[in-house]
T-cell receptor, first 113, second 115 residues
Framework: DAKTTQPNSMESNEEEPVHLPCNHS???????IHWYRQLPSQGPEYVIH???SNVNNRMASLAIAEDRKSSTLILHRATLRDAAVYYC??????????????FGQGTTLQVKP | DTGVSQDPRHKITKRGQNVTFRCDPI?????LYWYRQTLGQGPEFLTY????????KSRLLSDRFSAERPKGSFSTLEIQRTEQGDSAMYLC?????????????FGPGTRLTVL
């Protein structure tokens, strides 16, 4: 399974944008880039995923480098409720694939009021 | 609430006892996953079901662990002869098989403490 590298922690001020980086230099052509987050005392929660093109949804945006060796999760206006551990995960497509997620340590995001 | 539910939310047991956890996935989700999470770590994959078939088991899943998903609906995870090292949060997730990259919906987890 391809590995990802994320900073252990980041800080942000409330209502400011947050850019969470992820490096995945060994990504293969069929690897999707997923982001999940885990709020304190809760199960992980899906945020966004993409393959090659940048993606937007109501929660966040995902910017994928042209060579796909890195990506950035963008929270446009951080709120206190966005304080969580953010996981960047690679998962392969294909009907024979189980879709299991291989989590790393993630990035702990602190949001200051 | 139509999300993934898990029962119990907390379980305290003595070393050597058997415990069983239940997971109710989102209705019509044919894929079900169990993960384990220890303090300060990300979740680790344990096992995967597609409908009632258990198609993958992690090497983390020792012989003391067994999981079932009868009729492809709810799932149970049993740990026999619990050890202190089994203390962790056990998470269940489900997804619909559109493609294997379909998002997974996680339950709140069962926190196991082995004394």
């Amino acid at each position: 399974d391809a590995k990802t590298t994320q900073p252990n922690s980041m800080e942000s001020n409330e209502e400011e944008p947050v850019h969470l980086p992820c490096n995945h230099s060994t990504i293969s052509g069929t690897d999707y880039i997923h982001w999940y987050r885990q709020l304190p005392s809760q199960g992980p929660e899906y945020v966004i995923h993409g393959l090659t093109s940048n993606v937007n949804n109501r929660m966040a945006s995902l910017a994928i480098a042209e060579d796909r060796k890195s990506s950035t999760l963008i929270l446009h206006r951080a709120t206190l409720r966005d304080a969580a551990v953010y996981y960047c995960i690679l998962s392969q497509d294909g009907s024979s694939n189980t879709g299991k997620l291989i989590f790393g340590q993630g990035t702990t995001l602190q949001v200051k009021p | 609430d139509t999300g993934v539910s898990q029962d119990p939310r907390h379980k305290i047991t003595k070393r050597g006892q058997n415990v069983t956890f239940r997971c109710d996935p989102i209705s019509e989700h044919n894929r079900l996953y169990w993960y384990r999470q220890t303090l300060g770590q990300g979740p680790e994959f344990l096992t995967y079901f597609q409908n009632e078939a258990q198609l993958e088991k992690s090497r983390l899943l020792s012989d003391r662990f067994s999981a079932e998903r009868p009729k492809g609906s709810f799932s149970t995870l049993e740990i026999q002869r619990t050890e202190q090292g089994d203390s962790a949060m056990y998470l269940c997730a489900s997804s619909a098989q559109v493609v294997s990259t379909s998002r997974q919906y996680f339950g709140p987890g069962t926190r196991l403490t082995v004394l």
